[in-house]
């Protein structure tokens, strides 16, 4: 029996719903900024032994809730999951590596999708536990890589800066990489509405090489298959919508065709103004973003007056999630943290 969540305003913010303050959490806010994460990751053998360990996961994920008055926890895991199911041999060497990376036609038949209950049983585990955790405290949202961010890391072997690999597959064998970004789908619906079963309220898509790409290839190897991936999830559980989040790092030159895939929100990096972003989209979709984490370095003040300067940019109505233009810093003061989500609820508090 799943506890009656107490705070909701996260998920009534992402149907453009009322609510009595804008909700705010952070990409990576479960991580190495916090000093209580540090020392559960020197607890575990190794980073891969922390997202597999369910009861270490949920001790991480549920860190920042009670430390800050976040309105939405997120699932601790990586985003590599997927493809290391998939037989790749990932292990982490100044960032993540595959020992088996996939370049051609015939590794990538040999890809299957793996089942989430099986093979990424652990996530599952997880994600149940924290619900439990909780205790309805806030929503948990569950997330996955998109087929084109993943596809970078399995073609390349690695973190790339060039993208020479799977770019290269792209341009010459596009068959091959259609074949390989299907299987990835398959595999990315699964697995999110395994998390979804499980006990996720939301979902996230991390695009985070979409942006790499021409406005030709994104729209063909990148949003065809995240719309796909919208149309295949679960989007009501346990009698409540479970809205989806699509996030494109560098993504707004396309803000219109990702809010046209059927998610209820899209994620926005600091690049474009809110105001802009809202009078593009209309009411279509809620809004998520999108301050430079790069301001938690300033001082107090002057981190009021950007989250002051963010909400103003959005404006009267619904539909706003605040959130980082993009993950946190390891760096940056947790006590400014504190301070980025105090001004959120302050200053946006209806009278």
């Not at 890809?111 to 997880?126: C, H, K, S």
Request: aromatic letters at 8%.
């Amino acid at each position: 029996m799943m506890h009656p969540l107490k705070n909701d305003r996260f998920l009534r913010a992402l149907q453009r719903q009322p609510v009595d303050v804008t909700p705010v959490w952070m990409m990576r806010q479960a991580g190495r900024y916090l000093p209580e994460y540090r020392e559960s990751r020197a607890r575990a053998k190794d980073f891969l032994t922390l997202c597999k360990t369910p009861e270490l996961a949920c001790e991480v994920t549920l860190q920042p809730i009670a430390r800050f008055p976040l309105d939405a926890a997120i699932l601790f895991s990586d985003i590599l999951t997927i493809p290391d199911a998939m037989g790749l041999g990932l292990y982490f060497s100044e960032g993540p590596r595959f020992e088996r990376p996939v370049r051609n036609l015939s590794q990538i038949n040999n890809l299957g999708v793996p089942d989430p209950n099986e093979a990424l049983r652990y996530v599952m585990d997880a994600v149940s536990l924290i619900r439990r955790e909780l205790a309805g405290k806030v929503p948990l949202i569950g997330f996955s890589g998109s087929p084109w961010t993943l596809a970078t890391y399995m073609v390349e072997g690695g973190s790339t800066k060039n993208f020479s690999q799977v770019k290269g597959l792209m341009f010459e064998q596009p068959k091959a990489m259609h074949t390989l970004l299907d299987t990835l789908a398959e595999s990315v619906t699964a697995y999110l509405n395994a998390q979804i079963a499980a006990g996720a309220q939301a979902v996230m898509v991390f695009d985070t090489w979409g942006g790499i790409l021409s406005t030709r290839d994104y729209l063909a190897f990148s949003l065809d298959y995240m719309r796909k991936i919208v149309a295949g999830l679960t989007r009501e559980s346990d009698g409540q919508r479970v809205p989806v989040i699509l996030f494109t790092k560098d993504g707004n030159e396309w803000l219109e065709e990702i809010a046209a895939t059927g998610c209820d929100a899209v994620g926005l990096d600091w690049k474009l103004p809110l105001s802009v972003a809202r009078a593009r989209v209309g009411d279509k979709v809620a809004l998520q973003g999108n301050m430079d984490p790069c301001v938690l370095y300033a001082s107090p003040e002057r981190i009021r007056d950007e989250v002051a300067s963010i909400l103003t940019s959005f404006g009267e109505g619904n539909g706003h999630v605040f959130n980082l233009g993009h993950g946190i810093h390891p760096q940056i003061d947790p006590e400014h943290v504190k301070v980025f989500i105090d001004a959120v609820h302050d200053l946006s508090r209806t009278k």
